[in-house]
Nanobody, 125 residues
């Protein structure tokens, strides 16, 4: 089992930057692909970015491509999401998740069996 704890959210002005962290418990962190999702008020939780177990491959939602960077440090059991050029529409609760169900596409929430509690990101205009 893996427990995930996000941190680093906060309030930032449009055009600013924030870095999120996802700290994992347990010694099997490197066994899981990791993704970031976000959920804005009244909207469905949506895929933001993902990274493979080794960190070799990454994927991004079109809405964040070129602005966000996902990374991981398996020696520190931590994944990261660096967010630059933030926009008001990036305002949401951000969740990290560990992929446990390879039968589902990495874009799908069902692919992930472990979730953190979320961290709020608010971008003011």
């Amino acid at each position: 089992q893996v427990q995930l704890v996000e941190s680093g959210g906060g309030l930032v002005q449009a055009g600013g930057s924030l870095g999120l962290s996802c700290a994992a418990s347990g010694r099997t962190f490197s066994s899981y692909g990791i993704a970031w999702f976000r959920q804005a008020p009244g909207k469905e939780r949506e895929f933001v970015a993902s990274i493979t177990r080794s960190g070799e491959f990454t994927n991004y939602a079109d809405s964040v491509k070129g602005r966000f960077t996902i990374s991981r440090d398996n020696t520190e059991n931590t994944a990261y999401l660096q967010m630059n050029s933030l926009k008001p529409e990036d305002t949401a609760v951000y969740y990290c998740a560990a992929r446990t169900n390879p039968g589902f596409h990495y874009l799908e929430r069902a692919a992930y069996g472990y979730w953190g509690q979320g961290t709020q990101v608010t971008v003011s205009s």
